[in-house]
């Protein structure tokens, strides 16, 4: 038995739960108002991000993606992609992780007569469950406000809002289709790119009041999809009789394709703003040596500024070098995989006009140390 230190309206907490379920991991679920989160979790970890993974020999780890590879490490299975699948599906989730982040957002907060009573409660019985309903609105509404502030740096304004509804109108469509043929985005079976992409489609995209409206009326098949990933059996009646398999990474079908020629679409032109904003970061700050946080305080520090184009729109925001992590991880999965996979590789991304990202080099390679993001 694991605890996992989350919330349902958390985004990277449905990432994880996800996870769990499906993987028939056994877990105990708490808030973060819990004795044992604020008097052993929150030292250790060292900031108040969630969700929180510690395991039943006392080890606790912090970010989604690195609880993801924790638990791959301590619960192998065989049902997960290999050759140029790994690679895609670890482009996929930090696409979910980063590009998704600006509808999620702005689905939440911009749409207060609907959403704003169910986030407070929301945030209210999370921190203070136990002082009753009376509490929940003047707790809640201190989160809500904090929360509500990263629609600037995200670049969440009047300019760029429809631009990120037109993009996320064309996702809902795309990955509707998909879910037509497919119970999952690689197959038969769930992958870190149905893990990457839960986060932002349940939490706020398929649990808020406005949005999951949305995903109701215009892609009801998607709708499904946040239920499967919901449930620890299988749960795909639509799609009998199947194999828990992938695709074959030479014949991908072109409802996945389509997909990720999108995503690459989106995801592609922050991805390049925030790496040279890395490189320009760094020439500036020539004595951090390997081992070095990017921030004192800060665990995911922004680098400055950026500017590139959504949907045509130009969005103005600040950049994150965690996006710039998460792409090295797919990279180094390509590095290492064999010669036939990583050509297999680079073609697929080259079809959806994304290869340049597995040669995207940055000034200086970046890892987590004791939860914070550091230079290698």
């Keep these: 038995m694991i605890t996992l230190y989350g919330a349902p309206c958390s985004l990277y907490t449905g990432k994880v739960r996800s996870y769990l379920r499906k993987h028939a ?218 194999a828990l398999t992938f695709f074959d990474q030479d014949d991908l079908p072109p409802t996945f394709r389509a997909f990720l020629r999108h995503a690459v679409t989106e995801y592609a032109p922050e991805l390049g703003a925030t790496a040279r904003a890395f490189d320009a970061w760094i020439e500036k700050h020539p004595d951090k040596a390997s081992g070095m946080h990017l921030a004192d305080k800060e665990d995911q520090p922004s680098l400055g500024p950026i500017e590139y184009k959504l949907e045509g729109a130009t969005v103005r925001q600040m950049s994150a070098a965690h996006t710039l992590w998460m792409l090295q991880r797919a990279q180094d999965a390509w590095n290492a995989a064999a010669a036939r996979d990583t050509d297999r590789a680079r073609a697929i991304l080259a079809d959806a006009g994304g290869a340049h990202l597995l040669d995207l080099k940055l000034a200086r390679r970046l890892t987590r140390i004791d939860n914070k993001l550091a230079i290698a």
């Design 25 to 242: 991991v056994p877990f105990a679920e708490r808030f973060q108002s819990h004795p044992r989160y604020r008097d052993a979790v929150l030292p250790a970890v060292k900031n108040r991000r969630i969700p929180v993974v510690e395991f039943d020999d006392g080890a606790m780890v912090q970010d989604s993606s690195e609880i993801l590879d924790a638990l791959e490490k301590r619960f192998p299975h065989t049902a997960r992609p290999a050759g140029a699948l790994r690679t895609i599906e670890l482009f996929i989730e930090a696409y979910a992780e980063r590009s998704l982040l600006k509808a999620a957002m702005h689905y939440r907060w911009n749409f207060p007569d609907e959403n704003r009573a169910f986030i407070v409660g929301e945030f209210g019985r999370l921190l203070a469950f136990e002082q009753g309903p009376a509490a929940w609105p003047q707790v809640g509404e201190g989160i809500a406000g904090r929360m509500s502030a990263y629609l600037p740096p995200l670049g969440i304004d009047a300019t760029s809002i429809p631009a990120i509804e037109a993009s996320y109108l064309k996702l809902l469509a795309l990955l509707n289709d998909h879910f037509l043929h497919y119970p999952y985005i690689l197959g038969d079976a769930p992958s870190r790119a149905d893990y990457g992409l839960m986060g932002p489609l349940y939490a706020h995209l398929g649990r808020d009041p406005y949005p999951v409206r949305i995903m109701q009326q215009k892609a009801p098949m998607v709708m499904r999809w946040v239920e499967r990933m919901n449930a620890p059996e299988q749960h795909a009646p639509e799609y009998p009789d199947r």
